[in-house]
């Protein structure tokens, strides 16, 4: 069920638990559905927690795709998302 604007102002941001998932694990890289049974569990409220889960990957678009700070690479047919750390080069 949608929220009025008001709702919504009155919310407070949450971390991101996706990046600092990934940030506290630099030398793995992980499959989505790994990081979604790492963050939410393997049996919980789906609807909740998908929606965070899914809401945290939005979030992180712009380091997917402008500042590439999370990097991927598909692994046997499965993409995979590591924290970069150190900057893309060039």
Do not use: K
């Amino acid at each position: 069920m949608p929220i009025t604007s008001d709702e919504f102002d009155r919310g407070e941001p949450g971390p991101n638990q996706v990046e600092a998932f990934l940030r506290s694990h630099p030398d793995e890289a992980y499959a989505l559905h790994e990081i979604e049974t790492a963050l939410i569990g393997p049996e919980v409220n789906r609807r909740l927690h998908l929606d965070r889960f899914i809401a945290d990957l939005i979030v992180l678009a712009p380091q997917f795709c402008g500042e590439r700070r999370i990097e991927c690479r598909v692994v046997d047919g499965t993409p995979y998302f590591r924290w970069r750390t150190a900057p893309p080069a060039g």
